[in-house]
C-alpha cells in the first residue's frame, strides 16, 4: 500500500528507489517500537534469571577449564584453538617448522631440547618385591606408573638378552618375561627358566620382584653372581649386591664393592655408580673421599646431577653452617667461606630448583621412581629421599639452605627458562614428570606457568554476571533502570545510522512520504 504512488511520483523517483527508502523507514519504526515493546515487558525475575544462568555457564567452564590445567598443563579452550581453529583459519602450526631450509645452529639447539629431556635411570632406585610392593600392601597404591614400568623393562631387555638367546632355553624363556606385563607372569616364567638351568637372569628377576626382604633378595642375587658370565649381567648383580650391603647396614662393605666395582669397570658409566658411593661415604661422614670423589666427577663435559651439585653444596656448607646467623652476616657482610658455600647453594639450586622444598620438609616425599629426569621433580625426590639425612646430620646446614636459596631466582636472568651457569630449562620437565610420577603427587613445575587467559577471562565474567545477578535480585528497581539504559546504548549505533540516512535523504521524498 505504501509503494502505491501517483504516476506523477513514479516518474520522477521509480518505483524501485520508493519501495527501498520506504522499507528502510518502515524496519526502523518496527524496531523502534519493538525494542521499546521489548524494554517495557521485561521483569526483574527476567534480569535475575538471565545474570544467574550466565554466572552459572561460566563458572561451570572455569572449573573445567581449572581441572584441564591443572592436570595437563595447558588451557582447554587454547589447546582447541590451536590445533583445530587456527589450521581453519589459515594459520600456521608452531610445531612445523616454517622454514624447510633450517640453519644448523636451530636444528642443533632442537637436538639439545630433545637430548636433554633423556630419562635416565634412577641409580638408587628401590626393589619392586621387597620395598614397592610393601607400600602397596599398606598403603593400597602404586607407586610406580606404567611408563616408569615399562622403561624399565626396556633397560632389561637392553642389559640382559642378546641375538644369541635363542640357542639357549632358559634365555629364550627369560628373554620372553622381560617383556610380560603381568608380574606373576613374569615371576612364573623365571620359575619355569630355573627349572632347566642356572640362569643369572632370572634369578635377577625374581631378587627384583619376588623377594620379599632385602636379605633373601641378597641370597638370590649371590646367586645369580655364581652363575652370570656376561659383562653387563655381572656389573648389574655387583652393584645392586653393593646395594643390599647398604641397605643392610654393611656400609663400609658397600663402599669396598663399589670402588672394586669402579675400577674393574670404568667405563660403565651409564649405572652412576658413583652416585651410589656419594651416598655411602656421606652415611660414613668420610668427607674427605666425598670431596675426591667429587673432585673426579664435578668437572666432566657430561650432564651434571642433583646429587653431585648438591653433594657440593653440603660440604661447603659444612664448614660455615654450625656458626652462620643471618642477622650476624646482615650486619658485617658475609666471609669468602660463607661466600663460596652460597655460591654452591645457588649452583646446586639452579640445576635443580626442585630439591629445597623437599630437603626443608615444605613439601611430602614420596618414594623414588626408577627412573628420573635430570633437572626435574623427580630427580629432586630421588635425591631427597636418600640424602636428606645427611643434611640434617651437619648441623645448620638446613638453617643456611632455609636463608638462601630463594635468592638463586633473584640471580636468573628473565625470563626465567634462560639460567646463569646452566642451559636452559627443558620445555618438556612437566611432561615428562607427569608420566613418571604417581598421580596422587602433585608434581613440581619450575618455573611456575602464568594462568592461561581463558581461565582468568571466565573467572572475570563468572564473578561480573554473579555480582549483576545478587543486585538485580536486591535493587529491581534501580537495576531496571540500568538494564534499560544499557539496551538503550547498545541500540544507539542503529539510531545514528538511522539519522545518517534521513540528513542524506532529499526533503522533497520525506515531504511526500509524510503525506502518504
Known amino acids: ?197 642356572d640362569c643369572a637372569t632370572a634369578y635377577i628377576l625374581l631378587a627384583e620382584e619376588e623377594a620379599t626382604t632385602i636379605m633373601e633378595a641378597e641370597r638370590l642375587f649371590k646367586q645369580a653372581l655364581k652363575a652370570g658370565e656376561d659383562t653387563n649381567v655381572l656389573v648389574y648383580i655387583k652393584r645392586r649386591l653393593a646395594m643390599c650391603s647398604r641397605k643392610l647396614g654393611r656400609t663400609r662393605e658397600a663402599v669396598k664393592m663399589m670402588r672394586d666395582l669402579m675400577k674393574e669397570f670404568p667405563l660403565l658409566s651409564m649405572f652412576n655408580i658413583h652416585e651410589n658411593l656419594l651416598e655411602s661415604l656421606l652415611e660414613l661422614q668420610n668427607y674427605a673421599d666425598v670431596q675426591a670423589v667429587l673432585a673426579k666427577y664435578d668437572d666432566i663435559s657430561l650432564p651434571k646431577s642433583a646429587t653431585i651439585c648438591y653433594t657440593a653444596a653440603l660440604l661447603k656448607a659444612r664448614a660455615v653452617s654450625d656458626k652462620f646467623s643471618p642477622e650476624a652476616a646482615s650486619r658485617r657482610g658475609l666471609s669468602t667461606a660463607e661466600m663460596n658455600a652460597v655460591e654452591a647453594i645457588h649452583r646446586a639450586v639452579e640445576f635443580n630448583p626442585h630439591v629445597p622444598k623437599y630437603l626443608l620438609e615444605m613439601k611430602s616425599l614420596i618414594l623414588p621412581p626408577e627412573h628420573i629426569l635430570k633437572r626435574g621433580d623427580s630427580e629432586a625426590i630421588a635425591y631427597a629421599f636418600f640424602h636428606l639425612q645427611h643434611w640434617k646430620r651437619v648441623e645448620g646446614a638446613l638453617n643456611l639452605l632455609h636463608c638462601t636459596w630463594e635468592g638463586t631466582f633473584r640471580m636468573i636472568p628473565y625470563p626465567l627458562e634462560k639460567g646463569h651457569l646452566f642451559y636452559p630449562y627443558p620445555i618438556c620437565t612437566e611432561t615428562a614428570d607427569r608420566e613418571l610420577l604417581p598421580m596422587f603427587h602433585e608434581v613440581s613445575v619450575y618455573p611456575k606457568k602464568e594462568l592461561p587467559f581463558f581461565i582468568l577471562f571466565t573467572a572475570g565474567l563468572c564473578s561480573f554476571t554473579a555480582m549483576l545477578a545478587l543486585l538485580t535480585h536486591q535493587f529491581p528497581e534501580l537495576m531496571g533502570v540500568f538494564a534499560k539504559a544499557f539496551l538503550s546504548t547498545l541500540f544507539a549505533p542503529l539510531n545514528f545510522i538511522m539519522e545518517k540516512v534521513e540528513s542524506i535523504l532529499p526533503s522533497s521524498l520525506w515531504h511526500q512520504l509524510t503525506r502518504i
Open 1 to 197: 500500500v505504501l509503494c502505491n504512488f501517483t504516476s506523477e511520483q513514479q516518474g520522477s523517483l521509480g518505483n524501485a528507489k520508493a519501495c527501498m527508502w520506504m522499507t528502510c523507514l518502515s524496519m526502523k519504526l518496527s524496531l523502534m517500537f519493538l525494542s521499546v515493546m521489548f524494554l517495557n515487558t521485561l521483569t526483574p525475575k527476567f534480569y535475575v534469571a538471565l545474570t544467574g544462568t550466565s554466572s552459572l555457564i561460566s563458572g561451570l567452564i572455569l572449573i573445567f577449564e581449572w581441572w584441564y590445567f591443572r592436570k595437563y598443563g595447558t588451557s582447554f579452550i587454547e589447546q582447541v584453538s590451536v590445533s583445530h581453529l587456527r589450521p581453519l583459519l589459515g594459520g600456521v602450526d608452531s610445531s612445523s617448522p616454517s622454514n624447510p631450509n633450517t640453519s644448523n645452529g636451530e636444528a642443533d639447539s632442537n637436538r639439545q631440547s630433545v637430548s636433554e629431556c633423556k630419562v635416565w635411570r634412577n641409580p638408587l632406585n628401590l626393589f619392586r618385591g621387597a620395598e614397592y610392593n610393601r607400600y602397596t600392601w599398606v598403603t593400597g597404591r602404586e607407586p610406580l606408573t606404567y611408563y616408569d614400568m615399562n622403561l624399565s623393562a626396556q633397560d632389561h631387555q637392553t642389559f640382559f638378552t642378546c641375538d644369541s638367546d635363542h640357542l639357549r632355553p632358559a634365555d629364550a624363556i627369560m628373554q620372553k618375561a622381560w617383556r610380560e606385563r603381568n608380574p606373576q607372569a613374569r615371576i612364573s616364567a623365571a620359575h619355569e627358566a630355573l627349572e632347566l638351568e
